[in-house]
T-cell receptor
Framework: SQQGEEDPQALSIQEGENATMNCSYK?????LQWYRQNSGRGLVHLIL?????REKHSGRLRVTLDTSKKSSSLLITASRAADTASYFC???????????FGKGTRLSVIA | KAGVTQTPRYLIKTRGQQVTLSCSPI?????VSWYQQTPGQGLQFLFE???????NKGNFPGRFSGRQFSNSRSEMNVSTLELGDSALYLC?????????????FGSGTRLTVV
């Protein structure tokens, strides 16, 4: 079953614009991760944020986490056509629990 | 270093048959997790193996099984295939299998059941 729910389901923007995707989850988490998947391929790990962190940056990516609202957002700045992909959030709970994925946001960046 | 290798990449099987998929994790990684991805259900967790032991199991019928060998390579088996088993099967490797590290995914095995 899905723990995270991404919003929106699909997003279309022009190259150079910023893209923001949101993830909401239901139960307390230990960590939250974001992954990218290009069409029909494996997932690529982008960034991990721990439950005691509020914000993290990696290159053009900025992730925020609000545990009181049980939500996270992924911001991609100055998007490129190569950023076109599906983006998933994934969460785990305390203990050796599996990583549970949301259904993803499909991002299209138009050149 | 070599990534996660899944074989085969594509597979077509008939209803009622069985299938075995293979996953070779990154050298040194002891945890292998398997996921089923379909357009309708998204990424569903199947099971996770750590040091040859199944540590977590998702909500799938007993037709889905797996194992892990001493070299950390893992196989999953689906018996008595159904049309609904058509999916992309992904494996992911990690050092310890906790959510405190990023997982490295293979490219997946695309299974089509006809």
């Amino acid at each position: 079953s899905q723990q995270g729910e991404e919003d929106p389901q699909a997003l279309s923007i022009q190259e150079g614009e910023n893209a923001t995707m949101n993830c909401s989850y239901k139960t307390s988490i230990n960590n939250l991760q974001w992954y990218r998947q290009n069409s029909g391929r494996g997932l690529v790990h982008l960034i991990l944020i721990r439950s005691n962190e509020r914000e993290k940056h990696s290159g053009r990516l900025r992730v925020t986490l609000d545990t009181s609202k049980k939500s996270s957002s992924l911001l991609i700045t100055a998007s490129r056509a190569a950023d076109t992909a599906s983006y998933f959030c994934a969460t785990d709970a305390i203990g050796n629990t599996p990583l549970v994925f949301g259904k993803g946001t499909r991002l299209s960046v138009i050149a | 270093k070599a990534g996660v290798t899944q074989t085969p990449r594509y597979l077509i099987k008939t209803r009622g048959q069985q299938v075995t998929l293979s996953c070779s994790p990154i050298s040194g990684h002891r945890s292998v997790s398997w996921y089923q991805q379909t357009p309708g259900q998204g990424l569903q967790f199947l099971f996770e193996y750590f040091s040859e032991t199944q540590r977590n199991k998702g909500n799938f019928p007993g037709r889905f099984s797996g194992r892990q060998f001493s070299n950390s390579r893992s196989e999953m088996n689906v018996s008595t295939l159904e049309l609904g088993d058509s999916a992309l099967y992904l494996c992911a490797s990690s050092l310890a299998g906790t959510g405190g590290e990023g997982y490295t995914f293979g490219s997946g095995t695309r299974l089509t059941v006809v």
